[in-house]
Every structure is written in structure tokens, then in C-alpha cells.
């Protein structure tokens, strides 16, 4: 029982520390491999956690609780600083970027990477 009570609570500073190196992920080159580091440390507490029977668990539905709050928090927070990352990469390549027409008549950008150009 305090075996669970301890990888949850672990599970929880991973979050927090988490979220931490998400926000500096966007300013500090060695966040993002200490973010990965994280991630794999979080993803071994979570199959301990999955092998766990139900009826183990209910003594934990505050830390669970507290663990999904968390994990919707970092997953938002990720997922803004993609569109962020795409926003900047958007702005800086599209404008060289020609216009073009679809098949269905829409208006699209014709993007050219190394690996859309016929060799």
C-alpha cells in the first residue's frame, strides 16, 4: 500500500517538474532533454500503475484526481507551444512560399521541402 502511495506521489513531481520544463522548452535548448528524460520516467511509473487492480487504487482517488489535472495541464500547455512552434515556422516560410490553386478550387500554399521536390 505505501508502494503505491509513493510512485503516485512520484507520478505528481514528474507532472509538476513537467510542466515546468514545457514552459522553458521554448527558451532553453537543455529543457527539452531534460523534458524527454521526464517523459520516460513518467511512462515507466505509469506501467507499474496500469498493473494495479482497481480495488487497489480507491484508496488513491485524490492523487488520480490530482494526476489527470495535471496531465490535461501539460498536455494543453504542449499542444500550444506546437501550434506556437507551427505559427513561427508559418510566418517565417510561407512568405516565400508560392500560392496555388486546388482541384476543388480552393487557395493553398505550395510547400516545397526537400522532400515534396522531384529529383
Not at 537543455?30 to 487492480?53: F, G, H, P, R, Y
Not at 487504487?57 to 495535471?70: A, G, Q, S, T
Request: aromatic fraction near 8%; hydrophobic fraction near 35%; glycine fraction near 2%.
Amino acid at each position: 500500500m505505501e508502494r503505491k502511495k509513493e510512485v503516485l506521489k512520484e507520478f505528481i513531481r514528474l507532472l509538476e517538474e513537467e510542466n515546468s520544463y514545457i514552459i522553458k522548452s521554448l527558451q532553453e535548448k537543455e529543457a527539452s532533454a531534460k523534458l524527454l528524460e521526464i517523459v520516460q520516467k513518467k511512462e515507466e511509473l505509469l506501467q507499474e500503475i496500469l498493473s494495479w487492480e482497481k480495488e487497489e487504487v480507491k484508496p488513491f482517488l485524490e492523487e488520480l484526481r490530482v494526476i489527470d489535472e495535471l496531465s490535461q495541464r501539460n498536455y494543453a500547455l504542449a499542444l500550444n507551444n506546437i501550434e506556437f512552434i507551427n505559427e513561427i515556422f508559418d510566418a517565417i516560410y510561407t512568405k516565400d512560399t508560392p500560392t496555388q490553386y486546388t482541384k476543388d478550387g480552393n487557395l493553398s500554399s505550395k510547400k516545397e521541402g526537400l522532400f515534396n521536390k522531384k529529383v
